[in-house]
């Protein structure tokens, strides 16, 4: 492996290890085995290479939620059994992926005084909407395209960014793919959610040893 590519591999460890704002130019260089003078050479800056690191980090993220997807969208049952059960998927990827969101919420702040950074952050916003769009099937199973899809795939981006500052913060109370999907009902006006929802809540208190 060259220097250049050592660099990217080191950066994307440091991003998930220390997160955007820590990590150092020194931190690059211990984990990539190189040395400080092939930041210049290879990516100009730090910052150019922390956000190529970035970019890349989101990409092999991408690659992993949409084959979670594929996966999720191959079973029968009901839409929202298959809702549950594709948000399942993407909230266990969360917790594999913890450093490169919290990466990711810190890279957010430094949009505003980073044109290169925000390039980044939209290029990767766009192509996830596209994707999300293309891959989620409607109540019908059906996959969608043109604006339905896009809309589609920018409600769905957002339930992502909002589950996965959730995570971050409480993981204990982030919503599961069965809260979720509960909601989505309640929000819809299905008129079985809120017979689920106390039937949830039962499940719960039972296991929590608080019902008789």
Same mark, same amino acid.
């Given at each position: ?81 298959? !809702?549950? +059960?594709? /948000?399942?998927?993407?909230? $266990? ?6 450093? %490169?969101?919290? #990466? ?58 909002? !589950?996965? +500052?959730? /995570?971050?913060?409480?993981? $204990? ?6 809260? %979720?999907?509960? #909601? ?29």
């Amino acid at each position: 492996m060259g220097h250049r590519e050592a660099l990217l591999q080191g950066a994307k460890q440091c991003l998930a290890e220390k997160g955007y704002a820590r990590t150092t130019a020194r931190d690059i260089v211990a984990a990539s085995g190189t040395n400080l003078a092939s930041i210049g050479y290879h990516y100009g800056s730090k910052e150019a290479l922390l956000n190529e690191a970035l970019i890349q980090s989101n990409v092999e993220w991408g690659a992993a939620l949409k084959a979670a997807l594929v996966r999720g969208t191959r079973g029968g049952g009901t839409s929202h059994e298959r !809702v549950e +059960a594709l /948000w399942t998927k993407v909230t $266990e990827l969360f917790d594999r992926h913890r450093g %490169l969101w919290a #990466a990711n919420f810190e890279a957010i702040t430094q949009a505003g005084h980073s044109p290169e950074v925000r390039a980044a952050l939209v290029k990767g916003m766009t192509e996830a909407r596209v994707g999300l769009g293309e891959i989620l099937p409607d109540a019908t199973g059906e996959k969608r395209d043109g604006h339905t899809a896009s809309a589609v795939g920018s409600f769905h981006q957002a339930l992502i960014t909002g !589950v996965m +500052a959730q /995570w971050l913060i409480d993981p $204990e109370s982030a919503p599961t793919g069965g809260e %979720l999907s509960l #909601a989505l009902r309640a929000i819809t006006g299905d008129p079985r959610a809120e017979w689920d929802a106390v039937d949830a809540a039962t499940q719960t208190d039972r296991k929590s040893g608080r019902a008789a």
